[in-house]
């Protein structure tokens, strides 16, 4: 995952290498935008994917002041909205708000196939946040940390069984299971939200979600946070433990969102984009909104998205083989 140092070095490198736009780059982009944006969201209404799309979608329309409206494309764990974006007309006027990490870096090693290329068919415009999923039980359950629940598991053997609904998830399942030979069954489950009430029922014994769609649930009491997918502990969620602090060795799946449009869109567009996000990354709103959602900040630049593409791409070659994922 990136540093802190990395992110310093990537943005300053990227600052003297930038070389200076000749006129007809900023005449593509002097009238940008002037017709309203389509932000794209791979997962449904009312996850916590939506929520984050939609809060940056808002902020987006606050700076430009332009109507900016929300399409959520879900299905085939992502890869639908991912290559509407990518055969999009590169024209700026369509946006794919994701978690890079756990789509674009993830896909080539999850699916046999791709009708896209993650890192060629787009221009990568820059981070916002990072995230990360949280291991749930219900709070039905006797389970206070994650050695009891691994107890339990080890003891029903297969009749055990978990929820999983996004390539974070899956990993974290499979990582989790490896890493102490359990033989929990996972369901796969189209949204998070069909996730729920199967647990309260007894019918799954934890699953994985992303932390912002799990908020609600966790401050209410419903279900118990026992670990995150990060190594360590977020700062906005600073009272749950990492997964090296709770004991699952190996595991480190961080879920950093981006922004990115079709390849070929002008650049003096990406650039404008950039500058957009990074600041909406900072406001003092986000940073409310990132407490609430479970994320930490993360603005960026292009050269160090693109870099940090292809270095979680790389990771999770490692994740795919650590938990023994076979490609779909």
């Known amino acids: 995952m ?8 990537s943005t300053a490198l990227a600052s003297l290498a930038a070389p200076l736009l000749p006129a007809t780059s900023f005449g593509q982009a002097a009238d940008y935008p002037n017709q309203p944006i389509h932000t ?17 979608s808002k902020k987006l329309g606050d700076v430009t002041g332009k109507t900016v409206i929300v399409e959520n494309k879900p299905g ?64 039905n359950t006797p389970f206070k940390t994650l050695a009891e629940l691994t107890a339990h598991l080890k003891q029903k053997g297969d009749k055990a069984s978990y929820g999983t609904s996004a390539n974070p998830g899956v990993a974290g399942g499979a990582i989790y299971k490896n890493a ?10 189209k949204d998070s939200a069909q996730m729920y009430p199967d647990m309260h029922g007894g019918n799954l014994d934890f699953f994985f979600t992303d932390v912002n769609g799990a908020g609600g649930h966790i401050r209410d009491g419903r279900v118990r946070p026992l670990a995150m997918t990060s190594a360590k502990r977020l700062s906005s969620w600073s009272d749950i433990p990492g997964s090296e602090e709770a004991g699952i ?23 404008k984009l950039e500058a957009w996000f990074n600041a909406i990354a900072i406001d003092p709103e986000t940073a409310k909104f990132n407490v609430t959602a479970g994320s930490d900040p993360l603005p960026g630049n292009s050269t160090m998205l693109r ?22």
């Open 2 to 9: 990136l540093t802190r140092r990395d992110f310093v070095r």
């Open 40 to 56: 794209i969201c791979l997962f449904p209404p009312g996850t916590g994917a939506d929520i984050r799309v939609r809060y940056f």
């Open 76 to 139: 085939a764990n992502g890869n639908i909205a991912t290559e509407y974006v990518a055969r999009a007309k590169p024209d700026g006027y369509t946006i794919f708000i994701a978690p890079g990490s756990s789509s674009l870096a993830a896909a080539p090693s999850l699916f046999k196939k791709l009708n896209y290329d993650p890192i060629n068919d787009f221009e990568h415009i820059t981070t916002i946040s990072t995230s990360a999923f949280v291991l749930l039980v219900s709070s």
């Open 180 to 189: 102490f030979g359990l033989q929990a069954v996972e369901v796969p489950y």
């Open 249 to 271: 060795p190996g595991l480190d799946v961080q879920t950093w969102w981006s922004v990115h449009v079709p390849a070929k869109t002008p650049k003096a567009i990406c650039d």
């Open 307 to 328: 870099e940090l593409l292809i270095k979680e791409t790389k990771a999770w070659e490692g994740y795919a083989k650590l938990a023994k994922i076979e490609k779909q």
